[in-house]
């Protein structure tokens, strides 16, 4: 069975600092996809990225970068810099091959980011 | 805006009915997936739709139905409504089956049970 696990809840940072939001699965497939969504809170999910089980290669997107490690089965996402604007629930999710379209979200983690 | 479009935004109804959640994908995409998101349970996949056929199914109750028309559009019945239900429901679509693409998600129907 496949699991997703946000263990930070809640973080706040202070504007400007940088932030890092983990995530650790856990799945039988060899071949599975991660992805990350953002829920400001007007309350739409939003989709931030995804990643490929077989593509370890860690990728950088303006402040956003995710490292991604298979030997750790973890899938981190940092934020640069961070801004206001950024505060949101961060949601890590996982599907397998098998099931491709069969989603198993983390309980998400709400991150606030003080001026 | 994701394109994707979720009716109503909004829906209030008593324990007992039945209602009709609707969702109108990207133009081009074949899969739609269904979320219920509540506070005790957090995001929780419900069932995928690919050109009209059942694809995934999750935790999804007897009491709720779904299903995807020739025009791709799909919509989500929830009967016997229970005061648990109330939540905030979510419609993705994506391009294809789900292996390879991310999944556009909707702004969401917020459903209360009085």
């Known amino acids: 069975a496949q699991k997703v696990t946000q263990a930070q809840t809640e973080i706040s940072v202070v504007e400007k600092e940088d932030v890092t939001l983990d995530c650790v699965y856990e799945t039988r497939d060899t071949t599975y996809y991660l992805f990350w969504y953002k829920q400001p809170p007007s309350g739409e999910l939003v989709f931030l990225i995804r990643r490929n089980s077989f593509d370890e290669q860690n990728e950088i997107s303006g402040r956003y970068s995710w490292n991604f490690q298979k030997s750790t089965s973890s899938f981190n996402f940092t934020i640069t810099a961070s801004q206001v604007v950024d505060s949101a629930v961060y949601f890590c999710a996982l599907s397998e091959e098998e099931n491709a379209g069969k989603s198993t979200f983390g309980d998400g983690t709400t991150l606030t980011v003080k001026p | 805006d994701s394109g994707v479009t979720q009716t109503p935004k909004h829906l209030i109804t008593a324990t007992g009915q039945r209602v009709t959640l609707r969702c109108s994908p990207r133009?081009?995409?074949?899969?739609v997936y269904w979320y219920q998101q509540s506070l005790d349970q957090g995001l929780q996949f419900l069932i995928q739709?690919?050109?009209?056929?059942?694809?995934a199914k999750g935790n999804i109750l007897e009491r709720f139905s779904a299903q995807q028309f020739p025009d791709l559009h799909s919509e989500l019945n929830l009967s016997s409504l229970e005061l648990g239900d109330s939540a905030l429901y979510f419609c993705a679509s994506s391009a294809g089956t789900g292996e390879y693409q991310p999944q556009h998600f909707g702004d969401g129907t917020r459903l209360s049970i009085l």
């Open positions: 739709y690919y050109n009209g056929e059942e694809r």
């Open positions: 133009s081009g995409d074949l899969s």
